[in-house]
């Protein structure tokens, strides 16, 4: 995929654990990752692979969340394959993520190429048991091989009718109802949080973090960020307003404007004001500070 050629593994295993000091490590009732990192940083320098991981998780959610509704049966496939060696541009590309939700670690395979999915798998364990199949598929030379695990019989079968070449199962069978494949599609689609360097926060994010998380700290830790870039902010304030038809553009056009203000017309905004920090400075040291630019400039 992308710049990988072999296997690259990303691990937030914490290993042997003394203490978990400063909430940096989470406790888990998963066997074989009891204690979790909760943060980790990748250094390394250009081209060296960092965005080609991102991008690898991001091409996950993005097959998981969508593949069964935005493609059409012959649609290729949005996966870059590793391209800088001519013996691999025919070979499939493949992700493995684990993880945990609601006390089950799951472990979800893909791998595709620009046609076709050749391989998918979802296994998970609950606590101490062992490790189940949920499902299973695979292509090879023509062939198609089913294992629908500990899926209902009756609906697994539907859901794999129902599968294209092109789509995940996983994104099929939620898409068509299935409680059971509901709680790894979440996982992969909502709680994976993915932040490329080609998308950007929303506008008011920030402003709704520090107006609704004023009990659990949040909004202290944004203010203290903020003061320690030294941006001069001492306090963010935000207010709450009504959407008010007046603010839209005077040469909007009428039938457009009924439109946005129907729209809107319920909504609340959010507006933010900054208090900043006024530095006083002397009239000598004003002068002494012009003569010292003055000199530098000429």
């Known amino acids: 995929f992308r710049s990988f050629a072999a296997l690259q593994r990303l691990s937030l295993n914490a290993g042997r654990v003394k203490s978990e000091r400063i909430g940096a490590v989470l406790s888990t009732s998963s066997r074989s990752s009891p204690h979790l990192l909760r943060s980790l940083a990748l250094l390394g320098a250009n081209g060296s692979g960092k965005s080609s991981l991102i991008g690898a998780l991001d091409f996950v959610q993005s097959f998981v969340s969508s593949s069964a509704q935005s493609t059409q049966l012959g649609d290729n496939i949005n996966v870059r394959p590793f ?37 998918e798998c979802l296994l998970s364990r609950a606590k101490s048991q062992a490790l189940k199949v949920v499902f299973s598929r695979s292509y090879d030379d023509g062939e198609e091989t089913w294992n629908l695990g500990t899926l209902p019989k009756a609906q697994g079968k539907l859901w794999q009718q129902s599968t294209r070449p092109n789509a995940s199962f996983l994104s099929t069978a939620v898409q068509l109802n299935s409680e059971q494949l509901k709680h790894p599609f979440d996982w992969i689609t909502d709680k994976l949080r993915i932040q490329t360097s080609g998308s950007a926060f929303s506008a008011s994010l920030t402003a709704h973090m520090i107006k609704d998380h004023v009990e659990d700290g949040c909004r202290m830790e944004i203010m203290n960020l903020l003061r320690e870039a030294d941006l001069g902010i001492r306090d963010v304030l935000i207010e709450e307003e009504d959407f008010d038809e007046s603010d839209l553009p005077s040469d909007m056009p009428d039938d457009l404007r009924k439109r946005v203000a129907d729209e809107l017309k319920d909504r609340k905004f959010l507006s933010t004001r900054f208090e900043h920090r006024i530095l006083y400075i002397s009239g000598k040291v004003q002068l002494y500070w012009c003569l010292l630019m003055f000199a530098y400039r000429f």
């Open 83 to 119: 391209l800088l060696d001519p013996s691999f541009r025919d070979k499939c590309s493949d992700f493995e993520i684990t993880f945990i939700h609601q006390d089950i670690e799951y472990t979800y395979s893909l791998s595709v190429t620009m046609k076709r999915v050749i391989r």
